[in-house]
């Protein structure tokens, strides 16, 4: 399937049932919690302090969550009602905002310690009309150009996102730079397809030297060939037995297995288990 | 949700709206009050930031005079109670807010405000 941000706009796509899945989904918690938690480290915010932050595309305020948990004030804004609604019936702490940040945010100057987005930037890359407004570079530049004003100096806003090409980078950092953002991108496991993650580094202020962009996560190499090594043998154990003959996938083992998952799940009619179970039938002629 | 501390960060964003468009004013709103952790440290560190004006204002508009017009020297526990309770724990369910430069109205429903623009207004 395509990316969901060619499909439809963010409000339309996140409408009530795919908010509720998105919510519920307890792979996409996963996800979201660990990036929330690298933001919030690349954030790097002074320790114990609690800190009034924005949370951009906060949706249903899973990582929202997060930053509740570790004491810190925050303002979501997002474009798609139906996200808030969850957002709503989940009883989060920050205030909420219905608002598309391609047209810029209100707030006054100075306003935030910092500003944290989760999977949510490559959704400011399509135009949804042909109007001027519309168009990504324009969205991107008031984007960047507002939150800039609405951070305190100095400041950092941490942005993860999934790009489809380096065009886009390249497209999103320049916008970011000319709207007088420091920083850059740091990608975390560069090497793998699944655990790849690309934050948006950006720094208000801080005199150049001060802030240095962070090193994204690199996988431990030992571990990544202890895990290959175990997988390619288990294929292998999976595949041939000792006489290097193929084994059955359904076996004696997997039947019955099997028959008693059935027998839990509550399932009626489960053969009896017996000494012909899983055997072979005699060939007739 | 719109509390008096996002209120009181809260400016216009229209195209063409830049000057004389804070504080927003609150028209026909409802407000539930609901309790919030007290945290005097991230008061003390957030009061440089407020508009101290703006906030009594709003504070006054929704019928709590509990502030004094001036943010006072000393930031004493009490003080800092009353700071707490307007800033954190009057919630504006629903409502309008409108820009008093440019008349445009941010309408609150459900807690949440909608403040997005229409095709034209977009700076």
């Known amino acids: ?222 571990d990544g060939q202890a895990r290959a090594r175990f997988e390619a043998s288990r294929q292998r154990q999976r595949k041939r037995d000792k006489n290097g003959k193929r084994k059955s996938v359904k076996d004696k083992d997997w039947i019955l297995r099997k028959k008693e998952l059935y027998r839990r799940r509550g399932k009626e009619d489960v053969p009896r288990d017996s000494k012909f179970t899983g055997r072979k039938r005699k060939a007739v002629f | 949700m719109v509390r008096l501390i996002t209120h009181n960060l809260l400016a216009c964003h229209a195209k063409g709206c830049t000057s004389n468009n804070f504080p927003l004013q609150f028209k026909d709103v409802q407000v539930e009050l609901r309790e919030a952790e007290f945290n005097p440290d991230f008061l003390r560190g957030f009061i440089p930031r407020l508009e101290w004006g703006a906030l009594v204002d709003a504070a006054r508009q929704l019928g709590d005079t509990s502030l004094p017009p001036e943010p006072p020297e000393m930031m004493d526990d009490e003080f800092l109670q009353k700071l707490h309770h307007v800033l954190l724990e009057v919630h504006i369910e629903e409502g309008v807010m409108i820009c008093p430069n440019c008349n445009h109205a941010y309408p609150i429903s459900n807690g949440i405000p909608n403040m997005l623009l229409a095709e034209h207004e977009i700076g």
């Open chain 1, 1 to 222: 399937m395509s990316r969901p941000e060619l499909q439809a706009p963010p409000e339309i796509y996140y409408g009530d049932t795919e908010a509720k899945k998105y919510t519920n989904n307890s792979r996409i918690q996963q996800i979201q919690a660990e990036m929330t938690y690298r933001a919030l480290e690349l954030l790097s915010l002074p320790p114990d302090e609690p800190a009034f932050l924005l949370d951009i595309g906060c949706g249903s305020g899973l990582s929202g969550e997060i930053l509740d948990e570790q004491g810190h004030v925050w303002v979501g804004v997002d474009v798609a009602p139906s996200m808030l609604e969850v957002a709503l019936e989940r009883e989060v702490e920050g205030d909420l905002f219905l608002q598309d940040i391609g047209q810029g945010f209100g707030f006054r100057p100075g306003s935030f310690d910092g500003a944290i987005s989760v999977s949510v930037i490559q959704w400011l890359l399509n135009a949804e009309t042909s109007h001027p407004t519309s168009s990504p570079p324009h969205r991107l530049t008031r984007f960047f150009t507002t939150l800039h004003a609405a951070l305190r100096n100095p400041s950092r806003a941490v942005l993860q996102f999934y790009p489809t090409s380096d065009d886009q980078v390249q497209l999103i950092t320049s916008i970011a730079q000319k709207a007088g953002f420091g920083g850059g991108v740091v990608v975390d496991y560069p090497n793998s397809n699944k655990a790849r993650k690309v934050f948006l580094c950006l720094f208000v202020g801080g005199g150049g030297s001060a802030q240095q962009v962070p090193k994204g996560l690199e996988a431990e190499e030992e």
